[in-house]
């Protein structure tokens, strides 16, 4: 059963790669024939389109993909129709590609040889053929190597597809995976990601670029391919109920990606006195019937959604309830499952009720604790960094990170499990936690805790009152020196609260990953 | 002339104006002239004009069957009336007062009876008095407004204001008062001195249509009057508003009393000391009652045989017993408890709980449930906790 690749896996792989065949095909074309117009950039003083995208080329291109798409039903008909099929959708994919990149190539030779074209407008300026990206997006990109580039892939991922639909059985290699596992564990992921969170905000320019995002793309699909012939793997990401999860990811990566993307070339058009993009595009438009329109083919195409999803993966029913038997692992819904990650940590007052509190209150109120005028009606990073970075940071790290180490990463009893690592329920993980009263008064100091309570806890009580009480005046006065001049005192207190509470989270998880430290205040009833 | 103008014409006071005057010959040619861009009317004006007592309705004037020659470019203007307009023109025209007929039928726009609207069409049936709809309109040279002849119902015998009881019977009432008052200005002289400026009429002022609102007591409804109509059946609403209440909240009360208590009771035997060897785990209760039987060594080294409940203290899944660790590990969020039920990893603040356990007299194990101990209260050194073996 537990089979890295079966039939079945190796087809479903051949018309996946099919698909990213067919999206780099695209890119390629896209770049070597697609009147490039950067963002807000009026089209007036660039040269007159000197590429056209041949009429025979999407012909042949519709035409084979056509007689696939009717012969996939028709499969009965003629012995090896699904070959027939995927042969002809290859083909469409391969000659789009090789089409494109070679016709790049040539626009370039011509480009080079002769200076200018007949359509062309003579002088230095800049033609279509130099596709410059909107402003803030760095220089003009050559359109030549690029379209060459995406071919290049196009015609990679549709050998792979070929290899895998002739049940060419190509897998992620073991000690990659054990590799992985091995490096895999929560403090791994959730450092992984707060580095990478914060590599994105630094180098945001280079990550708004369109050739380095479709380069992620394509690594990213290259990488969930292969995991893809990972039984374990496959099991947990293709499971019905966490289908929506891996959407979500890709949802979530994406429009965070247009809005950085936008707020980029906000920022540099700011700088270079240009007005913002939100400023160029007409701010009101007809309810009816631009909005309505929109609306009502939202609806539709949504509710086709549903029905196909809900046709194609079938919620799935579990063993009845029972309330002396819980699945193993119990896992909440998956919104909730960031808070249940949080549970692991806390009491289940702080988590799940205090934090939960205290988040929604702290969302509520950021529009009177924030002084920032700026940044209003437009997407912009330069103008609110301390905003942006501080609400990503909450968002993405710790909240969607949870959800998904939550769904995919933790297995039976609650344990750690890599992306790759078979759900052991009988996985030993040693965690014996210890108070902070533990680490204080037995290993530090060498005695035995002292029975009554405050002065046991007194370390942790001493911890606390620092984290609440020393550290915001002592913060006020030094990084939010600034921002206490500009708001006021009550407002940078409660943003300076907040901001505390909201790190103590990760912070707690930190602790209990590196030194199993349980509870900081450990009195009956009462545990921070 | 717009129809709004007409309208307005028609309802206010001089309501026998516009149409009443004009010889035929001047009628049919002046008419259809448009006359200007049509005045707008608020909504709030088109009503105060409409409840005017002069309810007369001249602009829609209904075409009988044999009107079909009648201009023909009017008939869409009636079919633009806003509703408001078909009401107010529906609720005037069934105002039990004779309409006058057209002066010139000719001239008069046709309506299409489609144009009807449904308001006017039952205005029109109910007919207390002439609708405009069902009017004849026989006399097309006749230039006075002339009763067209309706079969009326013989007039109902109204119980006085004070003691009404049926809405009906109000409305009728209301009804009656504004058609008096229709009556009233209808046998007023008409002023009007030339076709054109009939066809032009001023814009009823707002003072003279206030002026001629139906005054307040004419349908009057005082306090006794509510207390009339507030009769018999508004008590019998009430009452059985008031059974249905009270017949669910004795549900509900009842519902709180159940006939059999589902409680299993709360002590089980669970065999003999001897049925459980040094060491033993035995999860064979803890499906139905929620505890596991654990022989074991405790601290001070004596053989014990307790009863720990199948409930996290974190957060209260049930953990499972896994052998091969010799540990209680909770799938919720990873809890982990000692063979003696201590807490060491995950969030679970305290160590499992433990039922109380004792020898029955047929030397068989009893655990009652009804007691709990708890070790961070130091419970366990109860007796009561545990079975010396
Ligand atoms: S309920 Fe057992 S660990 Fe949370």
Known sequence: MHQDVTPEVLAGLAWYYLLASALNAAASGYVAYHEMVAEGASREGLAPRTRRFPEWLSLAVVGLYGAALVTVPFRWLLPGGLTVAYGLASLANGLLALTAGADAAHFAEVHGSSGTQADETAGGGPSLDDHVPAVGLGGPINRTLWSLVWSVVAVVFQAIGLTYFFKGPLILPRFVRAGVDYAAGPTTVFLGATLLFAAVVAFRRVFAGGLVAFGIVDLALLAFGLSLTDADFREIVAKPDNVPIVGLIVLVAGFTWFALRRAVINDARREADLPVLEA????????????????????????????????????????????????????????????????????????????????????????????????????????????????????????????????????????????????????????????????????????????????????????????????????????????????????????????????????????????????????????? | MSVQEKLAAARSGNSAKPAGEPSPAVAASTAPAPAGPPKTMSVKEKLAAARAGGTTKHAPKPATADQTDAPPAASPAVGAMSVTEKLAAARAGGAGRPAPAPAATSAAPAAKPGGMSVKQKLAAARGVATAPETATVETASSPTPVPAQVPTAAPRVLPPLAEMTDPRDLAEALRRAGAKKDQEAAARPAVATSAAAAAVPARPRREDVLGERPDRSQVRVDRRGLFVYATWWVVVGWLAFAAALALLSAMMIRYLFPNADAEPPSTVKVGLPTDYEPGDVSERFKDQWGFWIVRNVDDRGRDVIYALQTYCTHLGCPPSWLPGEQKFKCPCHGSGFYKDGANFEGPAPRPLERYKIGLADDGQIVVDKGQTFRKDLDQWSDPDSFLAV
């Not at chain 1, 609400?391 to 499990?417: A, S």
């Not at chain 1, 009263?437 to 001493?462: F, I, T």
């Open chain 1, 280 to 528: 160029l595009e007409p701010d009101k438009v007809l309810t009816w019937p631009d909005l309505v329109y929109t609306e009502l083919i939202c609806m539709v195409a949504l509710t086709l959604f549903l029905i196909v999803w809900a046709v194609v993966l079938p919620a799935p029913l579990e063993q009845p309830a029972k309330a002396t038997e819980a699945p193993n692992p119990s896992k909440a819904p998956w919104y909730f499952l960031g808070l249940q990650e949080m549970l692991v940590y806390f009491d289940p007052w702080l988590a799940g009720v205090a934090f939960p509190s205290l988040i929604i209150l702290g969302l509520c109120a950021i529009p009177y604790i924030d002084a920032n005028k700026e940044g209003s009606g437009y997407y912009t990073i330069a103008a609110r960094p301390f905003a942006y970075v501080v609400f990503l940071f909450g968002f993405l790290v710790l909240w969607i990170v949870l959800i998904v180490l939550g769904t995919f990463l933790r297995g039976p009893n609650w344990n750690f499990f890599g992306p790759y690592e078979r759900w052991e329920p009988h996985k030993v993980v040693p965690l014996n936690n210890v108070d902070l009263s533990d680490l204080v008064w037995v290993r530090a100091l060498g005695r035995a805790k002292p029975s009554w309570a405050l002065l046991r806890e007194a370390p942790g009580l001493a911890l606390l009152a620092f984290y609440l009480l020393a550290l915001p005046p002592v913060l006020l006065r030094t990084v939010f020196q600034d921002y206490r001049a500009r708001a006021g005192l009550t407002r940078s207190l409660t943003t300076v609260v907040l901001l505390l509470m909201m790190a103590a989270l990760p912070l707690k998880m930190i602790l209990r990953w590196t030194l199993n430290l349980k509870y900081v205040i450990a009195i009956p009833g009462f545990n921070i």
